[in-house]
C-alpha cells in the first residue's frame, strides 16, 4: 500500500477522539453472540472497537492494520476494558499468519484499495479455518446515493472499494451463507458513521 495511504489512516487516527467511537460494530456484537468464542481475527481494524468488545467476550483477538496510531488507540481502549488484544501492525503479506488458524474472521468496514481487494480478500479468507465464520458488514456500491444525500454517512466515494452481494458470492464460493443480504442501516458510529446508508452483510461458514 502506498505511504499516502498509510499517511491518511495515521492522521485520522491521529484526531482527538475516536473516529468510529470505542462501541463495537452492532452487526458484529450480534454475530458473535451466537458464536463459541475462540480465535477471532480483524483485518482493518483501525482504533481497536471490535477487536476489544471480542476480548470481553472471552474471544482471544488478535487484530492488524497499517496504521500504528490506530494501534495505540486500541492499546489504550484494551487496557481501559481490562482486556488483552493481539495487534499487529503492517500489510498482510508481512505478518506471516498461519493458513486456517482462526475460527472466526470479522471484516467491518475493511475498505481496501480498488486494486488491492480483490487480492486481500482470497488472502484474508485462507486463515480460516474449515468451519470457521465469516462475519462482515461493509458499504454497499448504492452507498455512494446515500453519501451524495448526506456526507456524514462516510465511507469511501470510489466505487470499486465498495462491495456488491455477487462481488462477495464470488469471492465465497462454497460457504454456507447465514445471511447474505444489501440493507439500509442507521450508523452511529464515533465521528465519521453517522446517518442513514446502505451495507452488504454476510455471515457465512467455511467449507469443511
Known sequence: MSEEWKK?????????????????????????????????LFPAEGEGRNAVYAATMGWKATAFDISSEGRNKAMKLAAARGVLIDYKVGELHQLA????????????????????????IPQLLTLLKP???????????????????NPQVGGPKEPDMLYTTTELETYLTGYHFTELA???????????????????????????
Open 182 to 208: 444489501e440493507t439500509e442501516v442507521t450508523l452511529q458510529e464515533g465521528l465519521y458513521h453517522n446517518g442513514v446508508g446502505c451495507v452488504v452483510r454476510c455471515v457465512a461458514t467455511k467449507p469443511v
Open 97 to 120: 499468519f498461519r493458513p486456517a488458524s482462526f475460527d472466526a474472521l470479522a471484516l467491518i468496514y475493511a475498505h481496501f484499495p480498488a486494486a488491492l481487494k480483490p487480492v486481500l
Open 131 to 149: 468451519g470457521g465464520t465469516l462475519i462482515f458488514e461493509a458499504f454497499s456500491r448504492k452507498n455512494l446515493d446515500y453519501v451524495a444525500r
Open 8 to 40: 491518511r489512516w495515521n492522521d485520522r487516527y491521529a484526531e482527538t477522539g475516536f473516529a468510529y467511537g470505542t462501541e463495537p460494530n452492532e452487526y458484529l456484537r450480534q454475530q458473535l453472540a451466537h458464536l463459541n468464542a475462540g480465535n477471532i
